[in-house]
């Protein structure tokens, strides 16, 4: 017997019709369902053991993908409460980018894994080089990017988000790696296609971009 045609049945039976209203089934509903298919199967046709069986797999496949999501909307539910708890705070996070925002510009970092000499390029959100600094020789400690807004002319530079890239070299004038995390300051949070973001003014960041919080 096929689950429409015992779906059917169950409608005969008003323990069970109880449940029709419903758009899913629980554990219970299930059992209704057994008990009112063998109730009213054709005793010259009974329910086979492997049907039986197999109605049981199909519930527990359903049982299971229902837990799962379950489990899934609780982790989305710490995440929410999670990133709310971080407006307000300073948090340091992968990326590139800094903020200036009311004539104030956002801290940016960066980290060497050997000593060299830094080159720091700023560009606008068009991609257009707009500074270059020349930021010296540096030690593998973090490093403060010094920016203060303004372009290679002297002119100072409208709000907006811009990113920033660092070169260094070593004394042999080999290439070294660097680290550029930046730290914002968590204004909001938003919810996208089930992703939550911190809102850092206008730019935006995961919970998993965060490598530490500064308070």
Do not use: H
Not at 11 to 28: A, E, F, I, P, R
Not at 130 to 147: A, C, E, N
């Amino acid at each position: 017997m096929s689950l429409s045609a015992l779906s059917s049945v169950v409608d005969q039976s008003q323990s069970v019709s109880q449940t029709s209203t419903k758009n899913t089934l629980t554990q219970q509903d299930f059992l209704n369902l057994l008990v009112a298919q063998m109730k009213n199967q054709d005793p010259l046709n009974p329910v086979d053991d492997n049907q039986m069986a197999a109605q049981m797999a199909q519930f527990a496949s359903l049982d299971a993908l229902n837990n799962i999501n379950t489990t899934l909307g609780n982790i989305a539910s710490m995440n929410n409460l999670q990133g709310i708890g971080l407006i307000g705070k300073k948090v340091e996070a992968t990326g590139n980018s800094l903020l200036i925002e009311n004539g104030n510009v956002s801290n940016g970092y960066y980290q060497l894994s050997n000593p060299g000499k830094v080159t720091i390029q700023i560009y606008d959100a068009q991609g257009q080089l707009v500074r270059t600094i020349d930021d010296g020789l540096k030690d593998t400690s973090k490093q403060k990017i010094v920016w203060d807004g303004k372009n290679q002319q002297g002119a100072t530079l409208p709000d907006g988000t811009y990113l920033f890239q660092v070169s260094a070299v070593d004394g042999n004038g080999q290439a070294i790696s660097v680290c550029s995390p930046s730290v914002d300051t968590v204004t909001g949070v938003s919810f996208e296609n089930g992703v939550v973001y911190l809102n850092c003014g206008s730019k935006k960041i995961t919970l998993s971009d965060i490598l530490s919080i500064q308070g």
